[in-house]
C-alpha cells in the first residue's frame, strides 16, 4: 500500500521560501516517478516539478524553473520542493505525486496549502 504525506505548506510574503516534505510509504518511492502537482481555484491541476526513481531526470513546470527545485533522500523516503522566490501566483494546494507515468500517476497525497501574500 502506498501513502504520501505531505507537510510545510503555510502563509509566506512574496520573495520568500518554504519547502514542501512528502513522505513516502511502499515501493513507489523506490520504482517509480515521484512529483509535485499545485492547483489553485478556479484552476486546473498542474504538474509543478517531477523526478524519477534515480533521481537523474528532472522535469519542471515553466513557472517553477529558477526558483523551485525538486529532491530526494533514499534513506528518508522523503521528496522535496524547496521553493524560493515565491509570488502570489503561486498560491495553491500542492499535492505529492506518484506513479510509473507522473502525467498520470497512480498515487496522490492529502495536499498542503501554500498561500503568498503580496
Known amino acids: 500500500q502506498v501513502q504520501l504525506v505531505e507537510s510545510g505548506g503555510g502563509l509566506v510574503q512574496a520573495g520568500g521560501s518554504l519547502r514542501l516534505s512528502c513522505a513516502a510509504s511502499?515501493?513507489?518511492?523506490?520504482?517509480?516517478?515521484m512529483g509535485w502537482y499545485r492547483q489553485a481555484p478556479g484552476k486546473q491541476r498542474e504538474l509543478v516539478a517531477s523526478l524519477t526513481s534515480g533521481g537523474t531526470t528532472n522535469y519542471y513546470a515553466d513557472s517553477a524553473k529558477g526558483r523551485f527545485t525538486i529532491s530526494k533522500d533514499n534513506a528518508k523516503n522523503t521528496v522535496y520542493l524547496q521553493m524560493n522566490s515565491l509570488k502570489p501566483e503561486d498560491t495553491a494546494v500542492y499535492y505529492c505525486?506518484?506513479?510509473?507515468?507522473?502525467?498520470?500517476?497512480?498515487?496522490w497525497g492529502q495536499g498542503t496549502q501554500v498561500t503568498v501574500s503580496s
Open positions: 505525486a506518484a506513479g510509473r507515468d507522473i502525467w498520470s500517476p497512480g498515487y
Open positions: 511502499g515501493s513507489i518511492f523506490r520504482s517509480g516517478v
